[in-house]
């Protein structure tokens, strides 16, 4: 697996909660089994207790990633190792569903399932799916989206470290948001502009007479 693949697990999980907009998808075992996308072995040993475990945890995530855009980056590397040592990996070496050209595996390193429930295993693979982002990137490619109210967390994956945006929808309303307000603000300075000028003109033709 790759690192994005890991990575996703911890935004995942964070964006199941829109805090601003009171909106919280993860209210069912259903709503955390979706969460493990394809890893379908690993979903089904949730169970209803995990919902409250996995609200859990994804409030420490969202932590790190409000540390980060926020540039405190010892905060979150703190909150981040605290995750690591709650939640420990256990990678292994795996070679299935990848073969080369004659068929033989293609070893790769795999984090494997935790054996003792489905939140340890989604937390152990989510924190260090993350910390490899943050020590191969920085942790100023861990963001919240701009566009308010929407504050989902993204990594950033631009060349230029130029992402704001959690999605191509958020960047164009906040832009069109900003062109509205630019639009209103040369509105009220030609408002402004006009009214000064009838008032100096009339205090010019007050004083003539």
């Known amino acids: 697996m790759e690192l994005?693949?890991?990575s996703d697990y911890a935004v995942r999980l964070v964006n199941s909660e829109e805090p601003a907009r009171g909106k919280d998808a993860l209210t069912s075992v259903?709503?955390?089994?979706?969460?493990?996308?394809?890893?379908?072995?690993?979903?089904?040993?949730?169970t209803d207790a995990d919902v409250t475990r996995f609200r859990s945890v994804r409030a420490r995530l969202r932590s790190?990633?409000?540390?980060?855009?926020?540039?405190?980056?010892t905060l979150a590397v703190d909150l981040l190792n605290s995750l690591l040592l709650e939640f420990p990996v256990s990678p292994q070496i795996s070679g299935h569903d990848h073969r080369d050209e004659d068929g033989r595996p293609l070893w790769h390193m795999h984090?494997?399932?935790?054996?003792?429930?489905?939140?340890a295993g989604y937390a152990a693979i989510a924190a260090m799916g993350l910390a490899f982002h943050?020590?191969?990137?920085?942790?100023?490619?861990?963001?919240?989206?701009?566009?308010?109210p929407c504050r989902n967390a993204?990594?950033?994956?631009?060349?230029?470290?130029?992402?704001?945006?959690?999605?191509?929808?958020c960047a164009t309303r906040a832009n069109v948001a900003a062109y509205?307000?630019?639009?209103?603000?040369?509105?009220?300075?030609?408002?402004?502009?006009?009214?000064?000028?009838?008032?100096?003109?009339?205090?010019?033709?007050?004083?003539?007479?």
Do not use: I, M, W
């Not at 984090?111 to 939140?119: E, G």
């Not at 943050?134 to 308010?148: F, S």
């Not at 990594?155 to 992402?163: E, G, K, Q, V």
């Not at 000028?197 to 205090?203: T, V, Y």
């Open 4 to 6: 994005a693949y890991y």
């Open 30 to 46: 259903e709503a955390v089994r979706d969460l493990f996308g394809a890893n379908a072995s690993a979903a089904r040993r949730a």
């Open 180 to 209: 509205r307000a630019r639009k209103r603000l040369e509105a009220d300075r030609s408002v402004n502009t006009g009214l000064a000028a009838d008032s100096a003109q009339r205090s010019s033709a007050s004083g003539e007479r």
């Open 64 to 73: 790190v990633f409000e540390a980060a855009d926020a540039g405190d980056e």
């Open 134 to 148: 943050l020590t191969e990137y920085g942790v100023d490619r861990l963001g919240l989206c701009e566009a308010a």
């Open 154 to 169: 993204y990594l950033d994956t631009s060349t230029n470290r130029s992402r704001r945006y959690c999605s191509d929808r």
């Open 111 to 119: 984090l494997a399932d935790h054996p003792s429930n489905a939140t």
